[in-house]
């Protein structure tokens, strides 16, 4: 599958300590936001994590705000205990987003590495 440089958030080479909140190295401008008309009927958005290393514990989740650093959460997957190389878990994208979106996600080690993008209607964007 090919990624659009422009909907991939990058990678999370190493998790904060304590579970505390860590982002991926890219942060999308969304301009005026999400119109879910621009995905088409009946397609979704979605970001896709997979891990690049093991991984434990990972909550996926997206942060929205009106600056380039956001740290608003906007929504929120469910903990995964274990994740393996090539492993993948999914959220959709909220469409009631401010104007920078970016992808993270806690993690129970420090050790874990995810890569994150954007997939429109199952296929990557």
Same mark, same amino acid.
């Given at each position: 599958?090919? +990624? ?6 990058? /990678? ?33 958005? +979605? ?5 690049? /290393? ?23 997957? /469910?903990? =995964? ?7 993948? =878990? ?5 469409? +009631? ?29």
């Amino acid at each position: 599958n090919m +990624k659009d440089k422009l909907l991939d958030f990058g /990678a999370i080479s190493a998790f904060a300590a304590s579970s505390a909140a860590t982002y991926c190295e890219n942060v999308l401008d969304l301009g005026d936001g999400i119109n879910p008309n621009y995905f088409g009927s009946g397609l979704t958005a +979605k970001v896709v994590f997979t891990a690049i /290393a093991a991984t434990t514990g990972f909550t996926p989740c997206l942060y929205t705000g009106t600056t380039a650093t956001p740290t608003t959460l906007c929504a929120q997957g /469910a903990t =995964v205990a274990s994740l393996a190389v090539g492993d993948t =878990v999914e959220i959709p994208v909220p469409f +009631k987003v401010s104007r920078y979106l970016r992808a993270g996600g806690t993690a129970s080690a420090t050790s874990g590495a995810v890569t994150a993008h954007i997939e429109i209607g199952g296929v990557t964007a």
